[in-house]
């Protein structure tokens, strides 16, 4: 069975202004990243802020132009097609976005948010639309009375579940999930959590979810990927990668999640030092400058991904 993403060394850098006859600066958001995500399979993207995990979602549906590299969606090459040629695709590739009132025209109501998918990508009759909006209410568990409402009158949970029913309107094959839930109460997260769950099971759709929580990675996905400055420095399957993790970044990150058993007493890996910058990253390997297993060569020679498990890989010179 092929991949529904595949993505081929992926970079993304951003220019950055500077003064008269000075050399060109980069911010290397993305850098030579490569996974793939499976029909059906939901995959993690983990990390701190910066490591450029919205960027690689947002380079797949095309809304940021990669710099380099290729994304291939169900075995087509998606990353040169011009806005016409990338048009059918456009259904099939969907996102939910951190923050729903932003992602959310005020100016529409709820109905007219729901409808203009299918005004644009169908052929569908006013009737036909209508009964296919309050469908979608259902499936999200919300009524035919919020057609008529518009974003403000919404609570952050209801604004989410509108989100994500725009999102899946015309059926889509993959659901780019930018931090869905971090804006959300706790008790609301839990169910937007299992409605995206059960949608998924019964739309089969394949899911990138990027997010903080280490928790709900784990929840979540069938595949973590851990990112560090624009890298991709381990990746697996999430019981493997989250349960037994091999790079000393995937460690020091696994140390500070708290535990919810009081009993179990967990060793803190403090890193030294800052994150680098994406404008001028360290030479080598991009952990080198917090690393406690750092050698000559880590500042050298930046590694490549070696296999550790089935479908367990880390970009690490000393495992």
Known sequence: MSPLIEVKRLKKYFPIKTGFLRKPLYVHAVDDVSFVIEKGEVMALVGESGSGKTTVGRCILRILEPTSGQILFDEVDITRLKPRELKPFRPKMQAVFQDPYLSLNPRKTVGQILSDPFKIHTDLSRE???NKVIKLLEDVGLTEEFIHRYPYELSGGQLQRIAIARAIALDPEFVFLDEPTSSLDVSV?????????????????????????????KFMADRVGVMYVGKI???????????KPKHPYTKALLSAVPDPDPEIKKRRIIL??????PINPPPGCRF???????????KKKAPEMIKVGKDHYVACHFV
Not at 190 to 217: E, G, R, S, W
Not at 236 to 241: D, I, L, M
């Open 128 to 130: 036909e639309i209508m």
């Open 189 to 217: 997260q839990a169910q937007i959590l299992n409605l995206l769950i059960d949608l998924q099971k019964k739309k089969d759709a394949a899911y990138l979810f990027v997010t903080h929580n280490i928790h709900l990675a």
């Open 233 to 243: 420095l381990e990746i697996g399957p999430a019981g493997e990668v989250l349960g």
């Open 272 to 277: 030294p030092g800052d994150v680098p910058t």
């Open 288 to 298: 080198q400058t917090r690393c406690w297993m750092v050698g000559e060569i880590c």
